[in-house]
């Protein structure tokens, strides 16, 4: 069975629990989530995912080499409290160069579900365009999905008829 913790550093941190959770998105199959993630064939690098355990004389404590190597990564490279750990490519695995720490909603912009809309040659989500253009999202959602309208006309605030 799969050990989902780093080793003997408090395991209540915010850090360790990102941690733990991309270790079970990844490899354990009965995880709600694991479709999405493992399910897909998305891993973790193995810098990341080192077990050797590293021991700490003077904090009578231990980590994983993997722990330590992840927490050197996302203490160089923006982590805060505040921010999530983003797949850049939601294809791709967890590794230094495809991850990121950005805010929630960057987060919700960068999903598979997403509807990607070209317009006036500029790449968004439909959600960004909406924000953008200061639309009702689900009543463009349906004209573009449920109705097949072009975006063109699904983007007129005043266009109610078919």
Request: proline fraction near 1%.
């Amino acid at each position: 069975m799969w050990n989902f913790t780093s080793g003997g550093e408090n395991m209540h941190t915010r850090l360790n629990r990102i941690y733990s959770d991309m270790k079970k998105w990844c490899y354990d199959s009965n995880y709600k989530q694991f479709k999405d993630y493992g399910g897909r064939g998305i891993v973790i690098c193995d810098e990341w995912l080192n077990k050797e355990i590293i021991r700490f004389k003077e904090y009578k404590g231990s980590a994983s080499k993997g722990y330590l190597t992840f927490k050197k990564w996302a203490l160089e490279n923006g982590y805060q409290d505040n921010l999530t750990i983003d797949r850049i490519d939601v294809n791709g695995n967890y590794e230094p160069n495809n991850c990121r720490w950005v805010t929630q909603k960057i987060q919700n912009n960068n999903q598979r579900r997403n509807i990607i809309i070209t317009y006036q040659n500029k790449i968004q989500t439909l959600k960004q365009w909406c924000e953008e253009l200061g639309l009702n999202y689900s009543t463009v959602q349906t004209r573009i999905s449920v109705y097949h309208w072009s975006v063109e006309k699904s983007f007129l605030k005043t266009n109610y008829k078919r």
